[in-house]
Nanobody, 124 residues
Framework: QVQLVESGGGLVQAGDSLRLSCAAS????????MGWFRQAPGKEREFVAR???????NYADSVKGRFTISRDNAKNTVYLQMNSLKPEDTAVYYC??????WGRGTEPKMYDFWGQGTQVTVSS
């Protein structure tokens, strides 16, 4: 079992940067495969980025080259650095965790644990 708490969201202008953090409870954080997803009003939850326990990463095409996912196992935290933000990045951002990865880690149903989400709003 792991509990996840996101932070770092806010209101920014297009072109700005934000860094989201997801703090995890428990002593086995390093074993978890972590993902970031987002959900805009009226839309389905969509994959943003993921990082395996071994450090391998994958990104949605819409954020590739602008967002970077990383983890600090000593701090039980996964980060999402978001640069060159666009209005279409506006959404609630969620982090997620699983011990049982499959595929490319882009499907929400792969993840067993979710945070409560943090709002990111990008104005034009």
């Amino acid at each position: 079992q792991v509990q996840l708490v996101e932070s770092g969201g806010g209101l920014v202008q297009a072109g700005d940067s934000l860094r989201l953090s997801c703090a995890a409870s428990g002593r086995t954080f390093s074993n978890y495969h972590m993902g970031w997803f987002r959900q805009a009003p009226g839309k389905e939850r969509e994959f943003v980025a993921r990082i395996w326990s071994g450090g391998g990463t994958n990104y949605a095409d819409s954020v590739k080259g602008r967002f970077t996912i990383s983890r600090d196992n000593a701090k039980n935290t996964v980060y999402l650095q978001m640069n060159s933000l666009k209005p279409e990045d506006t959404a609630v951002y969620y982090c997620a965790a699983t011990l049982s990865p499959w595929g490319r880690g882009t499907e929400p149903k792969m993840y067993d644990f979710w945070g409560q989400g943090t709002q990111v709003t990008v104005s034009s």
